[in-house]
């Protein structure tokens, strides 16, 4: 085509339609609350981030508050998430209707997770987990190693959160943060919405790929990462249960096994996971802070230990985990504290999925180790109750 020829350029009207499209979806979003009941779904289903729990928090503890049952919340890192079966939990409890729900997930840690401890306390739980073990006590400053990488982690988790952070959801959290994080919380609605339009291209442009092309890019919903709709069948399952990774020691033999470990546990045993300090870091700064929330609030906690694969204590130096330690003696004179530390258990090698998870073996071991104690809880809260 040659305009000095007398050519017309022409407009390609599916392109164009396109562009109108967006961008008249994109204003309604932007000036409407439309903008997250739009987004939230692709959030979940993976399609806009790397793993939708990261975005199903307020949701859940929304469903969590109009259970009208006894509930018991663990929160924690994929250990926990990995280790919970809450529905096996709710078979195996002797209390009537209770409820058991998992809200771990992937790099949790006190100093991240205390963001959800106002909308936790809202769902008004009668006990809750607090996952706490080697990778839940160390600190950073800009000589870590990890250091960008924790200050990543943290800013794609605080954003997220505080976006859908309702106004009460604010609280002493706030505080305990370093102030290098501070400036990724939404603190009112403008910086609000400005976080939700951030996602908005990118959701309609998924919708519109899904509706034109047929092409989704939505996790499968059997995927690791993948999150039910809320007004979905599955999801009150999935509270209690979530989807789990397939366990990488399934198929290795002991020798297959102790090679893993040899390859892994050399430089692991020396970061930050395995070197727990027994205060003083930013999580231990945290996990102060959840806890005297949650007994202020009447809410029994329950620091729990989870076992590593009984291999992995032969990669650490003596004392190495004496941090660990020392904070669980801290919190058990507490009134209100009750310590579970399993840590130093040894369960058998076909419990673990890796060097840290547990597998299918593993989460029915947990199951029945756990549930008894957690009943004995909420008895003698019962009992302490009525007299």
Not at 356 to 385: K, M, S, Y
């Amino acid at each position: 085509m040659n305009p000095e020829n007398g050519d017309v350029p022409v407009t390609n009207g599916s392109g164009l339609f396109l562009s109108v499209l967006i961008a008249s979806v994109t204003l309604l979003m932007v000036s409407t609350s439309m903008g997250p009941a739009i987004v939230k779904p692709l959030l979940l289903d993976g399609s806009l981030i790397s793993n939708g729990r990261f975005a199903f928090v307020y949701d859940a503890y929304e469903t969590i508050d109009e259970d009208g049952v006894l509930s018991v919340v663990g929160i924690g890192s994929s250990i926990l998430m990995a280790g919970m079966n809450g529905t096996c939990m709710q078979e195996e409890s002797q209390i009537e209707n209770s409820r058991f729900y998992n809200m771990a997930m992937s790099g949790g840690k006190p100093y991240s997770e205390m963001l959800q401890i106002p909308a936790l306390i809202d769902a008004n739980p009668d006990v809750v987990m607090v996952e706490i073990g080697p990778n839940s006590l160390y600190g950073w400053n800009e000589n870590s190693s990890f250091y960008d990488a924790v200050l990543e982690y943290n800013e794609f988790r605080f954003q997220l959160m505080s976006m859908g952070m309702g106004s009460d959801g604010f609280g002493g959290w706030y505080s305990v943060l370093d102030d290098v994080d501070k400036k990724w919380i939404d603190t009112n609605q403008y910086t609000q919405s400005d976080a939700w339009s951030e996602y908005t291209r990118d959701a309609i442009e998924e919708l519109l790929r899904r509706e034109i092309d047929d092409v989704t890019g939505a996790l499968d919903a059997n995927s690791y990462s993948y999150v039910p709709p809320k007004d979905s069948e599955q999801w009150s399952d999935y509270l209690s249960e979530p989807n789990w990774r397939h366990s990488t020691f399934d198929g290795m033999n002991s020798t297959e096994i102790r090679n893993y470990l040899d390859d892994k546990m050399p430089s692991k045993s020396k970061q930050g996971v395995y070197n727990p300090l027994s205060d003083g870091t930013q999580n231990h700064r945290a996990l102060d802070y959840i806890v005297h929330e949650l007994l202020n609030a009447s809410i029994e906690v329950v620091l729990l230990g989870i076992p590593h694969h009984p291999w992995v204590n032969e990669y650490l130096e003596p004392g190495q985990l004496d941090g660990m330690n020392s904070t669980y003696e801290k919190y058990e004179s507490i009134d209100g504290v009750t310590s579970l530390q399993m840590y130093w258990e040894e369960w058998p090698s076909e419990s673990f999925s890796d060097r840290n998870h547990l597998d299918a073996d593993g989460r029915e071991f947990f199951c029945q180790r756990v549930t008894p104690f957690i009943d004995g809880i909420i008895n003698e809260n019962i009992l302490t109750r009525v007299e």
